[in-house]
């Protein structure tokens, strides 16, 4: 398999939140109205205007205590299941470059259920703009990569967490590194690599990072959430027939 991967070593992500700022920038992408709820995360989730988000969470006693940073965004699935949820629906609304392996919204995308396009989502990514109703995501700065250059995040992230190239080569990276953590942190986890192209290494259990860092983390992988797509989709071709 071919195309380009993003590995991002969490273990050196200092949660500086450039790469949040970065897609914001290159994107021309609007500041929103945000509150504090009781983190350094702002705002406290992704929306239609902010495609990917730092997580920061705060696990464990005084004793064993963690903060966790997690830059999430879309895996970029090497096989999408919010395309192929999307295909059954409006064909094309959401497109895969074979070449880089980018999965990309259009402005067809308004067309399409909302709940059941989120709904397929394995790792919760899709957004919608209210008015629109225009869905959005990461696309992996497809425009910058065509013309030879890293994603913004990529570009700005000061620490060497977040890397990209080939896949091959960033699985390798991701590998190694993995090797090597595991030494101190048997619990390391190299996420979902055979299924994504955004393969994060975890220092420890990825479900105290956030519920859907991993596919299956929260007991409601892809196999559980495809049953309730399919529903879904059942119960819409018994309305149209
Ligand atoms: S992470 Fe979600 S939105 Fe991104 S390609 Fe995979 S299924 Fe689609
Ligand atoms: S730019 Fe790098 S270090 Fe900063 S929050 Fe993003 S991934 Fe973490």
Redesign the pocket.
């Known amino acids: 398999m071919s195309g380009k991967t993003f590995f991002?070593d969490l273990s050196?992500?200092?949660?500086?939140?450039?790469?949040?700022i970065?897609c914001k920038q290159w994107k021309q992408l609007p500041a929103e109205q945000t509150k504090n709820t009781g983190s350094h995360q702002n705002p406290p989730d992704m929306s239609f205007v902010t495609l990917k988000v730092?997580r920061m969470k705060e696990v464990g006693s005084r004793d064993d205590f963690k903060w966790l940073?997690l830059?999430d965004q879309c895996r970029h699935c090497v096989e999408p299941p919010c395309k192929d949820a999307a295909d059954s629906v409006i064909k094309d609304a959401i497109t895969h470059d074979k070449e880089t392996g980018a999965v990309i919204f259009t402005e067809k995308t308004k067309g399409l259920p909302f709940d059941v396009v989120r709904g397929a989502c394995p790792y919760d990514i899709p957004r919608q703009d209210p008015a629109s109703k225009v869905m959005s995501k990461c696309d992996m700065c497809n425009d910058r990569v065509k013309a030879g250059m890293l994603p913004a995040?990529v570009k700005?992230?000061?620490?060497?967490?977040?890397n990209f190239g080939e896949r091959d080569e960033m699985l390798a990276m991701g590998k190694k590194r993995f090797e090597a953590l595991k030494q101190t942190n048997p619990k390391a986890v190299l996420v979902d690599w055979e299924q994504v192209r955004v393969v994060f290494l975890t220092e420890h259990e990825p479900r105290l990072y956030h519920a859907t860092l991993m596919a299956d983390a929260d007991g409601a992988g892809p196999v559980t959430r495809f049953a309730a797509l399919d529903a879904v989709l059942g119960l819409r071709n018994q309305a149209q027939g």
């Open positions: 991002v050196r992500c200092t949660a500086c939140r450039g790469c949040q970065a730092v940073f830059p995040c700005t992230c000061p620490t060497g967490a977040m």
